[in-house]
C-alpha cells in the first residue's frame, strides 16, 4: 500500500511540474484527451462507424 501511495504523489507533483513550466502544452494535452472521449473511437480502424 505504501508503493501506492508514493506513485500516487510523484503522479501529482509530476502533473504540478508540468501544468507550471509548460502551460501551453498542458492545456493542449488536457483538451486533446476530452477531445478524445468526446469524440470516442472515431478515428480507430477498428471502429464499425460507416462515413
Do not use: N
Request: some cysteine; glycine content about 8%; proline content about 6%.
Amino acid at each position: 500500500m505504501q508503493v501506492k501511495k508514493i506513485a500516487t504523489y510523484a503522479a501529482v507533483a509530476f502533473v504540478a511540474f508540468y501544468l507550471f513550466s509548460r502551460p501551453a502544452e498542458a492545456a493542449a494535452a488536457v483538451s486533446g484527451v476530452f477531445d478524445g472521449i468526446i469524440e470516442g473511437p472515431t478515428g480507430w480502424p477498428c471502429s464499425s462507424r460507416t462515413y
